[in-house]
């Protein structure tokens, strides 16, 4: 079953960083755009980044200038670096595959001020 799978969260403390992996279960995925999002507490999902089969990166004007979304295909991994963490960027962060409903399960970041 196709799939991908989130690590990297944790709990850091505001202007601290970390950084978010995607695994992806199956090579075929790096034709595919790939996404993150994430969902604050009590919210909906917000989508925050993806990265085209080109490398060319977007990026919600929330997370701009702090966010840095990359990816290795020969390792089947994406990553979100994230930078000067705040508590706003409280959520579960999840990946997702364009145009397809595949989702993984989520990381929790937590940032205290």
């Known amino acids: 079953q196709l799939k991908v799978v989130e690590s990297g969260g944790g709990s850091v403390q505001a202007g601290g960083s970390l950084r978010l992996s995607c695994l992806s279960s199956d090579t075929g995925f790096a034709t595919y755009t790939r996404e993150w999002y994430r969902q604050p507490p009590g919210r909906g999902r917000e989508w925050i980044a993806s990265i085209n089969r080109a490398d060319f990166a977007e990026y919600a004007e929330s997370v701009k200038g702090r966010f840095t979304i990359s990816k290795d295909d020969a390792k089947r991994m994406v990553y979100l670096q994230m930078d000067s963490l705040r508590p706003d960027d409280t959520a579960v962060y999840l990946c997702?595959?364009?145009?397809?409903?595949?989702w993984g399960r989520g990381t929790q970041v937590t940032v205290s001020s």
């Open positions: 997702h595959i364009y145009a397809t409903d595949i």
